[in-house]
């Protein structure tokens, strides 16, 4: 960290099997006490980041972690309050009985509820990191046939949990007897849908909500949909990811990272690139271009979403 004056928080997004997360309140006598947050605190002098982690959820919840990875890390300024380099994790795997040892309310949600928790200022792109999954189909621009179904739950079952339908089968009217049949399927399965380019669309049909190529999100002033429906936008360098953290964006993609065949003129990002932009964004971002699940432990790492991809997560026919 550069900013010795820099407060560096790690903190866990606990996530059960069922996919409830936890959140707690803000003990009495603390600032800001009663808004929710996600349990953590201050990392001590010398000691690691996991080591912290597993510290405070221990003094705060008496569990013992056992299993997760970095999920988002961002700084955020409170007015005249302090400032924060938030480092957090997701946890999926611990022992012990939970108890609320600092006087803390806390209680498991629906990720969709989260949204509607009076959450700390700097928490609203932690919450939709919570909510969002690491992986990212989005489908190729083909026109759809008629197993597209199968092969987006095959999809789905894989742990592409977020899906992005764009080109033909959202924009010619011709496939919406299909975009009926197939969104209430995908939904039940598990999968969040959201249709690219279209806000009034993904409103008719219900979807999950909507992902905005740059050209569509630079000419907006908010958000096409209200939370909790998702709003992604596609960026490509630090002024699109500015403008899209203004625009109240629940995530956005980034790249391509790698050359692609659907970008053949226009030069990659390459890894630096990426994750130096990607680390100046508060924004969960995926990274896209050339990605495949490979890349995961990597991105993780480096506090990335995940991927998003065509290729890669798209399955093949039987
Ligand atoms: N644990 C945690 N802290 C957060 C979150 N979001 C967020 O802005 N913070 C900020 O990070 C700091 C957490 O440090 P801490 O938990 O050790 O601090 P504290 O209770 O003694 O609070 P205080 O020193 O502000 O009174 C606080 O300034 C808090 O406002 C979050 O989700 N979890």
Same mark, same amino acid.
């Given at each position: 960290?550069?900013?010795?004056?820099?407060?560096?928080?790690?903190?866990?997004?606990?996530?059960?099997?069922?996919?409830? !997360?936890? +959140? $707690?309140? *803000?003990? /009495?006598? =603390?600032?800001?006490?009663?808004?929710?947050?996600? &349990? #953590?605190?201050?990392?001590?002098?010398?000691?690691?980041?996991?080591?912290?982690?597993?510290?405070?959820?221990?003094?705060?919840?008496?569990?013992?972690?056992?299993?997760?990875?970095?999920?988002?890390?961002?700084?955020?300024?409170?007015?005249?309050?302090?400032?924060?380099?938030?480092?957090?994790?997701?946890?999926?795997?611990?022992?012990?009985?939970?108890?609320?040892?600092?006087?803390?309310?806390?209680?498991?949600?629906?990720?969709?509820?989260?949204?509607?928790?009076?959450?700390?200022?700097?928490?609203?792109? !932690?919450? +939709? $990191?919570? *909510?969002? /999954?690491? =992986?990212?189909?989005?489908?190729?621009?083909?026109? &759809? #046939?008629?197993?597209?179904?199968?092969?987006?739950?095959?999809?789905?079952?894989?742990?592409?949990?977020?899906?992005?339908?764009?080109?033909?089968?959202?924009?010619?009217?011709?496939?919406?007897?299909?975009?009926?049949?197939?969104?209430?399927?995908?939904?039940?399965?598990?999968?969040?849908?959201?249709?690219?380019?279209?806000?009034?669309?993904?409103?008719?049909?219900?979807?999950?909500?909507?992902?905005?190529?740059?050209?569509?999100?630079?000419?907006?002033?908010?958000?096409?949909?209200?939370?909790?429906?998702?709003?992604?936008?596609?960026?490509?360098?630090?002024?699109?990811?500015?403008?899209?953290?203004?625009?109240?964006?629940?995530?956005?993609?980034?790249?391509?990272?790698?050359?692609?065949?659907?970008?053949?003129?226009?030069?990659?990002?390459?890894?630096?690139?990426?994750?130096?932009?990607?680390?100046?964004?508060?924004?969960?971002?995926?990274?896209?271009?050339?990605?495949?699940?490979?890349?995961?432990?990597?991105?993780?790492?480096?506090?990335?979403?995940?991927?998003?991809?065509?290729?890669?997560?798209?399955?093949?026919?039987?």
């Amino acid at each position: 960290m550069s900013d010795p004056r820099r407060l560096h928080i790690v903190a866990a997004v606990l996530t059960r099997q069922d996919g409830r !997360i936890l +959140a $707690a309140t *803000r003990p /009495p006598g =603390r600032s800001m006490a009663g808004r929710w947050e996600f &349990p #953590g605190g201050k990392l001590e002098p010398g000691e690691s980041r996991w080591a912290g982690l597993c510290r405070e959820l221990q003094e705060e919840l008496a569990v013992t972690v056992r299993d997760g990875r970095p999920l988002i890390r961002l700084q955020h300024d409170y007015d005249r309050g302090p400032r924060v380099d938030l480092d957090v994790w997701r946890v999926t795997a611990w022992d012990g009985t939970l108890e609320a040892r600092e006087g803390q309310r806390f209680d498991w949600f629906q990720p969709e509820a989260l949204t509607r928790l009076d959450f700390l200022d700097a928490n609203t792109p !932690i919450v +939709a $990191a919570a *909510r969002l /999954p690491d =992986r990212y189909l989005v489908t190729p621009n083909v026109p &759809p #046939g008629p197993e597209w179904t199968d092969r987006l739950l095959r999809a789905v079952g894989q742990g592409s949990t977020l899906i992005q339908l764009r080109g033909p089968v959202v924009r010619d009217p011709r496939h919406r007897s299909l975009l009926r049949e197939m969104l209430p399927r995908l939904q039940a399965a598990g999968a969040r849908v959201l249709v690219n380019g279209d806000a009034d669309l993904a409103r008719e049909i219900a979807a999950d909500g909507v992902h905005l190529p740059w050209r569509r999100a630079s000419g907006l002033q908010g958000r096409p949909v209200p939370r909790p429906s998702l709003f992604g936008v596609s960026c490509h360098n630090g002024e699109e990811l500015r403008h899209a953290e203004a625009l109240g964006a629940d995530f956005v993609t980034l790249g391509h990272v790698r050359a692609t065949p659907s970008h053949p003129d226009t030069a990659p990002l390459g890894q630096d690139r990426f994750l130096a932009l990607a680390a100046a964004t508060r924004l969960p971002v995926y990274a896209i271009g050339g990605m495949t699940i490979h890349d995961l432990p990597e991105l993780h790492r480096h506090s990335i979403q995940g991927i998003a991809a065509i290729r890669s997560l798209w399955p093949t026919p039987d």
